[in-house]
């Protein structure tokens, strides 16, 4: 892909350098360039949907390792290969369309008279069975090579000329239906926030009082929403140090005409009683409903449970992550520049003191990711609607392909 390598590499440069920060953008970016990446790619004429899955992974690959810890990278990623594998599944059943279902059978009549070339119907069943379900040793050993068999009916019943033009526009409709698709991403991700805030006024009541951490767009654009619904409410932001975006969440519910009250991250204990439900955003939701979201949130949910106050996750179904915590591939945090916690100028004089090994005696942690588990969730509200933590595995399903959790590019020596 000679045309898309400098953008595939201005890409990865920008991850690596943090230059593309946030969820929302890095999904978006990630969706774009694969829409280039598949429009620019070559087609062959034989497996056309797996040499495109390849270059997909392919590029995938570079941009996960770009920066691991922007989980919504992967998630477009996995996306966009589901995404080839559905068109590539329709466009087949399409063709088989055109060809006969024969069962076992005696009549000859039929079998004499049927010009259109034949397909058992335990090919046809094996192969429907097969495509709607995730891989396993049992689909494995059941599957059937209905690629292979249709190549050969149609070479059996139709000229040479026929089957290249066949092939050619069939593989001009599987690039145009897969651009096609992930330009429905695309406005997924664009119209996120506006159909999560459309559920605000189901969840926001009159007179009620939210609590939130730092900031995070989605629930601006939620709380945004109930206000426009003549809701009248009031907003705990907790000011989510050492960065601070609480106050810059404050500054603009006021603007809006929400009453708002910043309080210090240590005092969401002493004030959750007085709050009826917590709001707040997500970093990536994974396959088992936990959730990874700034520094503090995890402090935020037990405070939640131990007041039976709902804590309830609002984040686009770009955020949605295939992966377990556990899994190797899943970086759940990263550490940011002492500076945001100490003066270096300040603490100067503690910097030179060490112990006999010289280890330093002053270390600085600044984690950016907190982990909240699903026992402490008690609703997403994503773009869908709204799901419980233990459905979270079911929507997931929908998006992804269980073969595609891990992103490498199959090898080609053949």
Known sequence: MPD????VSEFVLKLKRRKVEGSHAVARQTAELLRSVV???RMGSTNQAAALADAVRGVGEQLI???PIELAVGNIVRRVLHIIKEEDISSTAVGIEGLSVTAESDDEYDSGNDDHPTLSAAVLAAHARNALRA????TLLEDIPVSTVLSRS???AGDS???SGDKSSKSRK????VIAAIGDLIDEIDTCYDQISEQAVEHIHQNEVILTLGRSRTVKEFLYAAKEKKRSFRVFVAEGAPRYKGHVLAKELVEKGVQTTVITDSAVFAMISRVNMVIVGAHAIMANGGVIAPVGMNMVALAAQRHAVPFVVVAGSHKLCPLYPHNPEVLLNELKSPSDLLDFGEFSSCMNFSTQDGTPLLNVVNPTFDYVPPKLVSLFITDTGGHSPSYMYRLIA?????DDLVVRRKSTSS
């Open 4 to 7: 898309v390598q400098p953008l």
């Open 39 to 41: 429009s620019q790619h």
């Open 65 to 67: 390792a770009a920066n």
């Open 135 to 138: 891989p396993s040793l049992q």
């Open 154 to 156: 149609a070479s059996s």
């Open 161 to 163: 000329d026929g089957k």
């Open 174 to 177: 599987l690039k145009h239906d």
């Open 398 to 402: 929908e998006y992804y392909s269980a």
